[in-house]
């Protein structure tokens, strides 16, 4: 909530210097959002058809079976294409660090999760472009994986 | 020739637009009357996915409104433009540690901040550091799985970040391609 606190004073305050700057400030801001709208649309149908194929118990459920790699790659694939809010997410990781899943496989969804964005991606592909947002978001995938790696080797899971 | 079929193409891709969105719409309507509990699901997960972003996008298009006239190019060339060299990098971490939102508030400001003067890289960096550093967020996990795992996935993944935007960006200015 604090945010909608911070913004509105701002704007108090940018009202009170400036009421033709500030005019034009929420103009511009009507444009961004129309600008953006269409891709969003798309993208909260997406998110809502995802999230009704994916729910939290599957994903649990997926990160347990199968092999020890499979399983790795399982978690970074599942968090690439889910979206699970932040304060639904750490929660459930300690529920599955408290099973038994190991650090490796956790970092691998966690970390895919928050840096690969397949539900946010018609939002980014009308900023960025179709090549640019594909290209950031492989690249991010790839860290995400290295992370999981050297999580994986500082606690033990990952023998070279 | 080629900008009519530019033109016939765009009206293929928002007609096909309105024709799923009217589907889907449909569908969860239909879904509430009629009781069909996948469709009444998919229509619960959007309200409440549209309930939380409510709160947050409004707000964060009008501060980047208030951004947009209050703060002169000047100084977001300075700090992220194409002399910040590192040190641009380092503010556009920084930046995104404090931000709340995630990508999805993360693009429009990263769009304003390019047409304001900063450079591609610093941009990129700004959006990978979005999704890993946001303090809130960090903090929550710390608490989770320990501060270990959080410090490892920093270190690890800030300086690949930084990296990899500095190659995005070489791509980005040889294919000549701009932020919308």
């Excluded at chain 1, 790699?69 to 929660?91: E, Q, Y």
Aim: hydrophobic residues 55%; contains cysteine; proline residues 4%.
């Amino acid at each position: 909530m604090w945010f909608i606190y911070v913004t509105g004073v701002l704007l108090l305050l940018s009202f009170f210097f400036d009421s033709n700057k500030s005019k034009k400030a929420l103009i511009l801001a009507y444009r961004r959002f129309i600008f953006i709208f269409p891709s969003f649309l798309i993208m909260l149908i997406l998110v809502s058809i995802i999230l009704f194929l994916f729910p939290q118990e599957r994903i649990i459920s997926y990160l347990n079976k199968g092999s020890y790699i499979v399983n790795i790659m399982l978690a970074a694939l599942v968090g690439s294409i889910t979206a699970v809010p932040g304060f639904i997410v750490f929660p459930l990781a300690g529920i599955l660090k408290a099973n038994g899943i190991p650090y490796t496989i956790i970092a691998a969804f966690t970390t895919t999760l928050m840096m690969v964005g397949t539900i946010t991606f018609p939002v980014e592909v009308t900023y960025l472009g179709k090549r640019i947002a594909l290209i950031r978001n492989v690249i991010s995938f790839i860290i995400a994986l290295i992370v999981a790696l050297v999580v994986g080797l500082y606690f033990g899971e990952v023998i070279l | 020739m080629k900008v009519p079929d530019k033109k016939e193409n765009k009206k293929i891709k928002r007609s096909l637009f309105l024709i799923i969105v009217l589907i889907y719409f449909i569908f969860v309507f239909y879904s509430c009357i009629f009781n069909i509990s996948s469709g009444r699901e998919i229509g619960t997960n959007l309200l409440s996915f549209l309930s939380s972003m409510s709160k947050i996008l409004p707000c964060a298009f009008i501060l980047i409104g208030l951004f947009e006239v209050w703060v002169p190019r000047e100084r977001v060339e300075k700090y992220l433009g194409y002399q910040g060299g590192l040190r641009g990098h380092i503010w556009a971490i920084i930046l995104a540690g404090t931000m709340a939102g995630g990508l999805l508030v993360a693009l429009p400001v990263s769009s304003a901040l390019y047409h304001k003067g900063a450079r591609p890289s610093a941009i990129f960096t700004f959006l990978g550091a979005s999704a890993i550093v946001r303090i809130p967020m960090t903090l929550f996990e710390a608490s989770f799985l320990g501060a270990e795992f959080t410090i490892i996935r920093w270190t690890v993944s800030i300086p690949l970040i930084i990296i990899s935007s500095i190659f995005l960006e070489k791509y980005f200015t040889k294919e000549q391609f701009e932020i919308k």
